[in-house]
Nanobody
Framework: VRLVESGGGLVQAGGSLSLSCATS????????TGWFRQTSGKERELVAT????????YSADFAKGRFVISRDNAKKTMQLEMNKLTPDDTAVYYC?????????????????WGQGTQVTVSS
């Protein structure tokens, strides 16, 4: 399994940024992929996750109305569209994959991780 994030960078508050995760080797059933973020000294927190069998999504409260998770089945990629960004959204964003019968909301539910991409929102 390989997960590679791209699309991070610097953006002004109120702006938008799109992240992409290129995947390979995700052939198992009950597959979910998700976006997490982490700031220094804190645990990784779930941003949003998507179930590959039916594209059902789940988003953290802070992401609802601002962030949209999606995937491209043909390209085997997952995206995160982030809008109305604030400095509080500054973090390293990770792509992750899990095999789960329920919606995997904890970082400990995920077995595979990308290397992360930095998102910095300036005020």
């Amino acid at each position: 399994v390989r997960l590679v994030e791209s699309g991070g960078g610097l953006v002004q508050a109120g702006g938008s940024l799109s992240l992409s995760c290129a995947t390979s080797g995700l052939t198992f059933s009950l597959l979910h992929t998700g976006w997490f973020r982490q700031t220094s000294g804190k645990e990784r927190e779930l941003v949003a996750t998507i179930r590959w069998s039916d594209d059902e999504t789940y988003s953290a409260d802070f992401a609802k109305g601002r962030f949209v998770i999606s995937r491209d089945n043909a390209k085997k990629t997952m995206q995160l569209e982030m809008n109305k960004l604030t400095p509080d959204d500054t973090a390293v964003y990770y792509c992750a994959a899990a095999r789960s019968m329920t919606i995997p909301k904890s970082q400990y539910d995920y077995s595979f991780w990308g290397q992360g991409t930095q998102v910095t929102v300036s005020s």
